[in-house]
């Protein structure tokens, strides 16, 4: 019996289709902005985030490193780290699912890009000090009653996060084959400059912007709550979702025809040649 369940067809199209790709980061912007409302209805609460801040039983991770790990642990279970577009921040700690493999359509160039150690960093120490500041203005202080709340938030927010700014290696594969012989000259050239020039549309860019300002402002109304500055969000995701854009452009030609590299080990006959396969 085949063990694997596959995808309906035009999936792979789907996936690189450039206007799916945006509907797909606008809805990731709208989980990121709603969960953040609810996180920032709790004091920053730094000590959950600092390794012996709280005491948790035979771990040495603070609070949020010991729930993030314990929540990656258990969806890992249901595959969830098998889909194209997550990516775990504890990779150890990743189970053999209990569900059948899904045979998912291979439309990215095989890479190893995971920025989330500098995302999760910077979610404590710049996003988060950020949104939570009105209740550090209030002396509200840590509550320990919210240190559970605090962490169910965060975990969402960051998964939310990490999935939107990895998207970015969708967008460069869509781009990259819409304009082929422009990326292939800037990537051999290693122009990251240019490839920044390439992948930036300031009209979407400003889109983005407008679009979490008012999402922030409509739905973060309570007076209590500080209206999250959608700038501080932006000011992080867009670079670093064009980051990843960059960096899985840099090494997009690994391999494949276009690389000049893999035409010396062709050619050269002192060892086995192996075949590295490369997105056409
Ligand atoms: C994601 C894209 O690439 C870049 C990054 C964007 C973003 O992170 O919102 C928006 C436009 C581009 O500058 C895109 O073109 O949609």
Known sequence: MDTTIDLPEGSAAKALDLSNIRFQLIRLEDTITFHLIERVQFPLNATIY????????YSTLSLFDWFLREQEHLHSLIRR?????????????LQKPILQPINYPRVLHPNEININDKIKDLYIHTILPAACAHSEREERGEKKENFGSSVTCDVPTLQALSRRIHFGKYVAEAKFRSETERFVKLIKAKDVKGLDDAITDTKVENKVLDRLALKAKTYGTDPDIAQIDPGKINDIVIPLTKEVEIAYLLQRLDG?????????????????????????
């Open 50 to 57: 600092k390794a012996g801040g709280v005491r948790v039983p």
């Open 81 to 93: 780290y098998q889909s194209p577009d997550e990516y775990p921040f504890f990779p150890d700690v």
């Open 256 to 280: 494949t025809e276009w690389d000049e590299k893999e035409a010396e080990r062709v050619d050269d006959k002192s060892g086995p040649y192996v075949a590295h396969v490369g997105v056409p």
